[in-house]
C-alpha cells in the first residue's frame, strides 16, 4: 500500500471512530488504533476486490430510507426457524433468560440478556437488505451498535474478526458468519431486536440478529447465539469465514 492510500485508510479509520461516538468506544478504538491486529486488516490483506470496493466507498454510510419506503412484505430467507431444544426453550419464554455471549480475544468476557442490549443506546436505521438470490427488501431495523457492544468487552490486541455463531443449522452446518474490525465498528453495524418496530420474529432471527448494512443478505446473521473475537478464521470450520463462503464460494467480503 502506497504512502497516499495509507494516509487514507488512516484518516478512513479515524473518521470510524469519531463516528462511533461515545467515550467508551473512543477508548475501545483508541486501542485499536495502537494494535498490531487492526492495522493489518487494511496492510496484509490480499483481497483486491476487498480493497477496491473499500476504496471505492470510502467511509460512506450505506443508504438510509424514509418510514414510506418500508417494504410491506419483507421476504424472509434460509433458515426460517431453530430447532435446537435449547433455544426453543428460551423461544418459550421469550427469551427471558436467553444471554449472547462475547468471548474470544476480549479482555472481558460478557454475558448479555436482551435488557442489557436494550440498555444500550439504540441506533434505528431503514435500509435495504439485498439478497444474492436476486431480491430486494426495505426494513427498518433497531438495536445497539457493535461497536458499543465490543468496546464494552474491550479488545485484545490480536482481534481482527468478529465471528458470529448462530443457533440454527443450514442443510447440515451451524449457521455462522464474520466480518472484520472495520465493518464491525461502522455506525450502521448494529445487533438487531427489532424489525419494523416489533421484536424479531423467529423467521427473520429472533432474538438477535446484525445488521451489516453494506454488504449482502448471507452476511446478516440471523439467531446470534454468540460472538467470538479472533485472530484468525483459520480453524473455524472450513476457515472461509462463513456458511455459505465455506459452501459455495461465496465472497466472504460481500460488498454491496
Ligand atoms: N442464522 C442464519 N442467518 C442467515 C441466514 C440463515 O439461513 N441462517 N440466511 C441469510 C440470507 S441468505 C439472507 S438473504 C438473510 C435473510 O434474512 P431474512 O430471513 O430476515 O429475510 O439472512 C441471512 N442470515
Ligand atoms: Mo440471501
Redesign the pocket.
Known sequence: MNERSNEISRRRLLGFAAAGTSGLLLGGCDRLNGSEGFRSVLEDTENLTMRSQRFLMGDRLAREFGESDISPV???????G?TDPVYRGHFTQQFAAWALHVDGLVRQPLTLPLTALKGFPQRTQITR?????G?S?I?KWQGPQLSAVLAQAGLLPEARYAV?H???V?AGSP???SIDLIDAFHPQTILAWQ?NDQP?TE???API??RVERQ?????????MRIELRSTLAGLYKGKGG??EDRSDYAWYAGI
Not at 74 to 80: D, E, I, M, Q, T
Not at 216 to 224: E, M
Request: charged share 20%; aromatic share 20%; hydrophobic share 45%.
Open positions: 419483507f421476504k424472509a430467507n434460509g433458515s426460517l431453530v437488505h439485498d439478497c444474492v438470490e431480491w427488501a426494513g458470529f448462530c443457533a440454527d443450514l449457521y455462522y458468519e424489525m424479531l423467521q427473520h432471527g440478529r446484525l449482502l443478505g448471507y452476511k446478516q446473521a440471523k439467531y446470534i456458511l455459505w
